[in-house]
């Protein structure tokens, strides 16, 4: 087994934002707090111990063990959740929708790099605990997101009517979906293993949030992955003072706002605060809530509120109420006594426009990890890449420049009008120094038909490389077949193929070969080449 890797930038799949940010560049600072390396924890353990109070753990441990009582919890998460007792706990965490069997692979890497990371920093802080835990998107209610997974080039859907959170959702229907998964696996042992976990975890279990607890417990609860369901009475209670400030002050609104001013002179804005940043969660329904006419009315629905009956129902029911993309992150960070939140590129991008919002409600602003990105190859790809002259960050490029390169480079045509082009100018410099001996209209004409021949020449090279592609088909039909099953639909495989795919080739020997072949603090994309 091989392992390969390459800097972020390299690969062109990486925001400016997000590789400015592992560059440490200056003009970012000010969006973020401590840097993820040992002395960026070492601050942030302090914060966190001083912030995160002792009732706060007491809640947390309860309330896990009653989240986890109909759960097989293996000896090093009940150890974990044991530990949270202890002021010298902290948290390293990781978040996700609830996609279907996981949906595409990254899902799998942020939880490896919470699990590499917190394993990491016990060799670096020996006299702390450092737990690794993935909240679960319970109360999210975008349905088309998670309802897929790809498999063999199958996308295999859930179809069903959904409304309100998606963690409350019923699991019938999945008979269906099994039945059309099971046919594409073989006959292996590995697959009859996806088989009884797919099973398992969707026709045994009531809704989507056990069935996802279920099924990342059976695949990452011997390594102590602590699973949090936000959606609880008793976490949200804690979350009520900043529930009213939210629906009083308009306060994430206003702080994220004067970020984005700022943020967005040299970076892309990933998300738009709303005046209040809350939905309503009641039953089947998931609405946002909009302050009108000193009313708060609760969208596509009859419910209205008056200021006294909302903040009533904000004390009598914490439950109804859900934050959004911009306040779940806060919410996240009053519940847990975490140091460090996992994400991929997008996610990072909101958390950045969050830190100006933090300070102002004083809740420490956790350090942000870009979770482990994964190319999973294997020897029969790798030995064709060898054989086509590609090396690995090559194959990253986009399609059409990569045939080319490799086209030129085989071909016994040179296809490279550069020495031509140059003497071209060189010919239109010695006529533009006699343009300017004659009438002053001729520098026009000369520099129009300098253009024009230049032109002319980009036109025939691009002609030559078609005509070449043409002949060495062979070449570029190989090429391309490659870098389709590397990358299918011209992207990251991460974002596509789901784990089955890999697990029916490796089965147990999976996950141990993700946790050993990456890194979470080395902030490189890494390419693993497996038997």
Known sequence: MSVYNIPFAVTGYFSKLICDYLDKKSELS???????????????????????????????????????????????????????????????????????????????????????????????????????????????????????????????????????????????????????????????????????????????????????????????????????????????????????????????????????????????????????????????????????????????????FSENEILREVEEHPERFSPNVILRPLYQEIVLPNLAYIGGGGELAYWFQLKNYFNSVNIPFPILILRNSVLLANKKQISKLNKLNISIPEIFENQESLTAEAVKEVSEVKIDFSEQKKYLRQQFIDLKELAKKTDATFIGAVNAQEKKQLKGLDNLEKRLLKAQKRKLSDTVDRITSLQNELFPNQSLQERNQNFSEFYEVLGRDLIPMLLKNTDPLKFEFTVIEFT
């Not at 963690?167 to 019938?172: A, F, I, Q, V």
């Not at 229907?173 to 073989?186: M, N, Q, R, T």
């Not at 002179?265 to 302050?291: A, C, G, H």
């Open 30 to 304: 000010q969006f973020y707090g401590n840097f993820p390396d040992v002395a960026g924890f070492k601050d942030q353990i302090e914060i966190k111990k001083m912030s995160f109070k002792v009732q706060s753990r007491n809640l947390l441990t309860d309330v896990l063990m009653q989240q986890y009582k109909n759960t097989d919890v293996s000896v090093n998460t009940s150890q974990n959740i044991a530990s949270l007792l202890d002021e010298n706990t902290f948290t390293i965490t990781t978040g996700h929708q609830l996609n279907i069997f996981t949906g595409p692979l990254y899902f799998l890497y942020k939880i490896v790099t919470a699990i590499n990371l917190a394993k990491r920093l016990k060799k670096e802080f020996p006299k702390q605990n450092f737990v690794p835990v993935y909240w679960m998107a319970t109360e999210d209610h975008d349905f088309e997101e998670i309802q897929y997974f790809n498999v063999n080039n199958t996308k295999i859907s859930w179809n069903r009517e959904s409304n309100g959170a998606v963690g409350r959702l019923k699991t019938d229907g999945f008979d269906d979906v099994f039945k059309e998964f099971s046919a594409l696996l073989g006959t292996s042992s590995n697959a009859d293993e996806l088989r009884k976990l797919f099973k398992n975890a969707y026709l045994e279990n009531d809704n989507l949030a056990t069935s996802t607890r279920y099924l990342v417990n059976e695949l990452f609860g011997e390594y102590g992955l602590v699973i949090v369901d936000g959606d609880d009475v008793r976490l949200k209670k804690q979350f009520t003072s900043f529930v009213k400030e939210e629906l009083l002050q308009n306060t994430s609104f206003k702080q994220v706002s004067e970020t984005n001013k700022r943020l967005g002179t040299d970076y892309k804005i990933q998300v738009n605060p709303r005046e209040i940043n809350l939905f309503y969660l009641k039953d089947s329904i998931r609405e946002r809530i909009i302050s009108e006419d000193n009313l708060f009315k609760i969208n596509n629905t009859s419910l209205i």
